[in-house]
């Protein structure tokens, strides 16, 4: 006999909200409240045509001013990639890495203050072959302006997982389609920070 929990993920996968189930993710900050039927509908087949659940916060339902954003959290590119059976493992971030190649790791990072940029490469097998896919984004377009939460006190990890983030939906583009994830999001958003804006990036 299938518990209640398992009941609610298969209805998400179905498609089907309850009232309950939407309130219920509402005061979970996984959806706003009062989001409008149709927004909702659109949000559960997302889920279930990604195989992602909202009650293991894998996905979510961002509003940002009047529109609504079907997001995929980190957990959410995790599972899916592994789901694949294609990514056979990735490299240690990068942290300001110039064009000939030279880099600092996180521990020599911390030592000059915040980071410029994020360098992140995942590998992916296709038709049995190991590529590579590497992706760098930018400090500047990524931090909160305020700079607040998460991004305060632990920021590399934070401007890593925008990058792996971004670097999973390119690398899984296809799988990924109709999804936004949590550095897009937040470019969507509008988060930026001004005050590091014109500092020069050594890597693009």
């Known amino acids: 006999m299938q518990t209640k929990e398992l009941q609610k993920i298969n209805d998400i996968r179905e498609g089907i909200l309850s009232k309950e189930q ?5 005061d979970a900050s996984i959806i706003p409240h009062d989001t409008p039927g149709p927004i909702l509908q659109v949000f559960a087949a997302a889920c279930a045509a990604h195989g992602l659940s909202p ?24 599972a899916k990639a592994a789901r694949t ?12 890495r110039t064009a000939d190649g030279k880099f600092l790791t996180a521990y020599d990072a911390t030592k000059n203050g915040l980071p410029t940029t994020c360098t992140v490469t995942v590998y992916r097998l ?12 930018l400090w500047s377009e990524y931090c909160p302006a305020n700079m607040g939460g998460k991004w305060k006190v632990m920021g590399y990890n934070m401007i890593e997982k925008c990058a792996r983030s971004c670097r999973a939906a390119y690398g899984l583009c296809r799988r990924n389609s109709g999804l936004a994830y949590p550095g897009r999001a937040r470019r969507v958003r509008g988060y930026h920070n001004p005050s590091r804006r014109n500092k020069p990036s050594a890597c693009r």
């Open 22 to 26: 939407i309130k219920t993710l509402a």
């Open 55 to 78: 009650y293991k916060r894998e996905i979510y339902l961002v509003k940002y001013g009047s529109q609504y954003n079907t997001i995929v959290g980190i957990d959410g590119l995790r």
């Open 85 to 96: 059976g294609e990514l056979p493992g990735r490299d240690d971030a990068q942290y300001d």
């Open 126 to 137: 296709i038709s049995g072959q190991r590529h590579a896919f590497t992706k760098t984004v």
